[in-house]
Nanobody, 122 residues
Framework: VQLQASGGGLVQAGGSLRLSCAAS????????MGWFRQVPGKGREFVAG????????DYADSVKGRFIISRDNAKNTVHLQMNSLKPEDTAVYYC????????????????WGQGTLVTVSS
């Protein structure tokens, strides 16, 4: 499955952004999907995940209560609503099909795409 993330940009602390990830070329609805982020010089970290049916979600402690993940299998898209943004949320955000290895332990696989840059100013 090919993925294209969009919706990033520059926002002030306390603001909101909505990221989208469009999938093509695969059976999107059969995959759990995760959002991950990466800061230059650091490893990629799990942000949020949603099961293939959308019946369950999972969040990193750092974003729980501020971010909301959702999906629309009819449109092959997954979204990340980000509220109350903080400067430490600044990163490149990626979506990926994921394997759930435990609570807050999601591992993305396959093609990650280019990601979308989120910059939060203080």
């Amino acid at each position: 499955v090919q993925l294209q993330a969009s919706g990033g940009g520059l926002v002030q602390a306390g603001g909101s952004l909505r990221l989208s990830c469009a999938a093509s070329g695969g059976t999107f609805s059969s995959y759990h999907m995760g959002w991950f982020r990466q800061v230059p010089g650091k490893g990629r970290e799990f942000v949020a995940g949603i099961t293939w049916s959308g019946s369950a979600t999972d969040y990193a402690d750092s974003v729980k209560g501020r971010f909301i993940i959702s999906r629309d299998n009819a449109k092959n898209t997954v979204h990340l609503q980000m509220n109350s943004l903080k400067p430490e949320d600044t990163a490149v955000y990626y979506c990926a099909p994921s394997i759930v290895e435990g609570d807050k332990n999601w591992r993305g696989f396959g093609s990650w795409g280019q990601g979308t840059l989120v910059t939060v100013s203080s």
